[in-house]
């Protein structure tokens, strides 16, 4: 079964670090790009940015670029969304997706990870 | 950037009506546009991608058309199932959302 399977919920304070994660299975990791995709409670989605697993191009939303950063480690087939100064706007659900078609951008996401509900607060 | 703008942004329904919700690009996405539903705590579900080609598993009850900057997504007959939120995405190199649309009793 190809699935995600994304870290559990964090609670964090304003000004630390944090770094959640989206694991793949089921299918070939390289070959798929990975997005993130923000919630923030009770509002709509938000494209983060996207990375190629198999040589880590990545492409950020222009509102995300500078404030999170995208990464992915092909050799345990997992995505990873990290920041390195929370803020209370933080506070959000975070999901993971992944498009239909390998190999490229350019495909509406069919799988996606459960989500993982972020918390910053002093 | 490419904006998409999505309406209605809420919408009252009854069981067997009709729907329509319409999504319009700042620019011409061709046909790369997909429409996602959300339910309350639940990751968003592809229903139509390539703005219209319906997703396996998805009823035939729900169908996407449009090209260009102009997209519309059809409930032909709303099941009770079908109240929840409803995304469009464009999807080229990069991807927006619209804001959404509740549909709603």
């Known amino acids: 079964e190809v699935q995600l399977v994304q870290s559990g919920a964090e609670v964090k304070k304003p000004g630390e670090s944090l770094k959640i994660s989206c694991k793949g299975s089921g299918y070939s990791f390289t070959n798929y790009w990975i997005g993130w995709v923000r919630q923030m409670p009770g509002k709509g989605l938000e494209w983060m940015g996207i990375?190629?697993?198999?040589?880590?191009?990545?492409r950020y939303s222009p509102s995300f670029q500078g404030q999170v950063t995208i990464s992915a480690d092909k050799s345990i087939s997992t995505a990873y969304l990290q920041w390195s100064s929370l803020k209370a706007s933080d506070t959000a659900m975070y999901y993971c997706?992944?498009?239909?078609?390998?190999?490229?951008?350019?495909?509406?996401?069919?799988?996606w990870g459960q989500g993982t509900i972020v918390t910053v607060s002093s | 950037d490419i904006q998409m703008t999505q309406s209605p942004s809420t919408l009252s329904a009854s069981v067997g009506d009709r729907v329509t919700i319409t999504c319009r690009a700042s620019?011409?996405?061709?046909?790369?546009l997909a429409w996602y539903q959300q339910k309350p705590g639940k990751a968003p579900n592809l229903l139509i991608y390539?703005?219209?080609s319906l997703e396996g598993g998805v009823p035939s009850r729900f169908s996407g058309s449009g090209s260009g900057t102009e997209f519309t997504l059809t409930i032909s007959s709303l099941q009770p199932d079908d109240f929840a939120t409803y995304y469009c995405q464009q999807y080229t190199s990069y991807r927006t959302f619209g804001q959404g649309t509740k549909v709603e009793v």
């Open positions: 620019q011409s996405i061709s046909i790369w």
């Open positions: 390539k703005a219209s």
């Open positions: 997706a992944r498009p239909g078609e390998p190999y490229t951008a350019i495909s509406a996401s069919d799988i």
């Open positions: 990375i190629y697993p198999d040589d880590s191009n990545t």
